[in-house]
């Protein structure tokens, strides 16, 4: 099974190259689902959130309150770090089980789309890492569009997160995610043929 890596900063389109691949016939692992997850009512997940940064964490119906603790860890970096403690080990726990049970049902290609997939080392499973890229000033006014933050709360996001610059470096592929959709989908084909080519992977379309 080839193991594809999918990465990118926040707001960066990297949701539209997953769905891409989904269509081509990739099995989709998205970190963002499963670290909802690792921290859904009743896991051993949340509980250690809340050990660690209180029950005003809790939503009334017991759920954890993302956006509370989204506020408090990107304006803390000591906090974050407190946060990725808890949760990226269970992450790459539940991602490393999900792409054994997809080598274990025959799957071709796998694709990880993880925003941090280097923060949490998850490129080590990866035979090859895609990443996309667009302008920081896009991602600013997506974020400000799509989440409703202020300019500075979006600044806050990105800064969290690697730059554009050090995920390319270490990507076997880079998206250029700065113009339209037909020209994504364009530079789309073109990582595609590239990959299935390397890596001889035949799969059918969805």
């Known amino acids: 099974m080839l193991v594809l890596g999918l990465t990118g900063g926040i707001a960066s389109g990297k949701s539209l190259v997953a769905a891409d691949f989904v269509r081509r016939g990739a099995r989709l692992l ?4 499963i670290a909802r997850d690792v921290v859904a009512l009743g896991t051993p997940g949340l ?3 809340l050990q660690r940064f209180g029950q005003e964490m809790r939503l009334p119906d017991g759920n954890l309150d993302r956006a509370r603790l989204g506020a408090l860890i990107f304006a803390d970096a000591a906090a974050r770090a407190d946060l990725n403690a ?4 269970r992450i790459r726990d539940r991602i490393a089980a999900d792409l054994q049970a997809a080598r274990a049902q025959g799957v071709a290609l ?3 789309d993880a925003a941090l997939l280097f ?5 080590a499973a990866c035979d090859a890492v895609v990443a996309v890229d ?3 000033a896009q991602q600013i006014a997506r ?5 409703g933050l202020t300019r500075e709360a979006a600044q806050q996001r990105i800064a969290s997160q690697w730059t554009a610059q050090a995920r390319n470096a270490r990507a076997g592929w880079t998206l250029d995610n700065r113009g339209s959709l ?10 595609w043929r590239e990959i299935t080519g390397r890596f001889g992977v035949l799969v059918a379309p969805t």
């Open 143 to 147: 974020l400000m569009a799509r989440n």
């Open 110 to 112: 796998c694709v990880v």
């Open 47 to 49: 509980a250690a959130v």
């Open 30 to 33: 998205d970190a963002d689902r």
């Open 134 to 136: 667009c302008d920081e």
């Open 119 to 123: 923060e949490l080392g998850l490129d």
């Open 182 to 191: 037909a020209e994504l989908d364009r530079e789309m084909g073109r990582v």
């Open 86 to 89: 808890l949760l990226h080990p």
